[in-house]
């Protein structure tokens, strides 16, 4: 028997989606694929799997990606699916849990990797709205008066809005994911001092 969810997480959210997933495990409802905002489970037996997602520097369809996921076949972890660079990784219970020399550094490297991300997309945003702003200024010294320059008033002037909007919501995310990285670090630190 199969299940298809739709459900969303953002980019910042991968605990909460891990925590979801192995929700569902508990209740025998078993991850065999994963896709853009599309699970699809099938019925198993309660806590058969473990979950865990990964960011990979590189997307899994790559050369590197590709052997990353045979090496983790290798060792009795499965890949069940992929959005982007991450990948959805399953392992058996009764294989034990997913086993890392330093949880605390992988985790450290992931979140880091996903604030890199947002560092991007932030970037990227500032480029946008300062673009926007100059292209509505030039329109506006210039006095030009078409239809081009009417639409591409309306199109730059809605990108601004959107990117700053969109910037604002992801404040709060990443000030957490900050918190995160700092407390990761004073645990590595701690670790390291033992």
């Not at 099938?42 to 050369?63: N, Q, V």
């Not at 673009?131 to 199109?155: K, N, P, Y």
Request: hydrophobic fraction near 40%.
């Amino acid at each position: 028997m199969k299940k298809v969810i739709f459900k969303t997480f953002f980019i910042w959210e991968y605990e909460k989606e891990e925590k979801w997933l192995n929700k569902m495990s508990s209740k025998g409802w078993q991850l065999v694929d994963a896709r853009l905002f599309k699970y699809t489970f099938e019925r198993g037996e309660p806590d058969e799997y473990i979950y865990r997602l990964e960011l990979l520097d590189k997307k899994p369809s790559t050369s590197e990606g590709k052997a990353y996921v045979d090496f983790l076949d290798g060792v009795n972890i499965e890949s069940v699916g992929q959005c982007r660079n991450w990948i959805y990784l399953r392992i058996k219970r009764s294989n034990g849990d997913f086993s890392s020399e330093d949880k605390v550094h992988s985790n450290l490297t992931r979140i880091m990797r996903v604030d890199d991300l947002y560092q991007f997309s932030r970037n990227l945003t500032l480029c946008m709205v300062v673009a926007s702003f100059a292209f509505l200024l030039i329109c506006h010294e210039v006095d030009m008066q078409t239809r081009w320059s009417d639409f591409l008033t309306g199109f730059f002037t809605g990108i601004g809005i959107g990117a700053s909007v969109m910037s604002l919501i992801m404040i709060p995310a990443m000030t957490r994911n900050r918190k995160k990285i700092k407390q990761y670090i004073r645990e590595l630190s701690v670790n390291e001092g033992n």
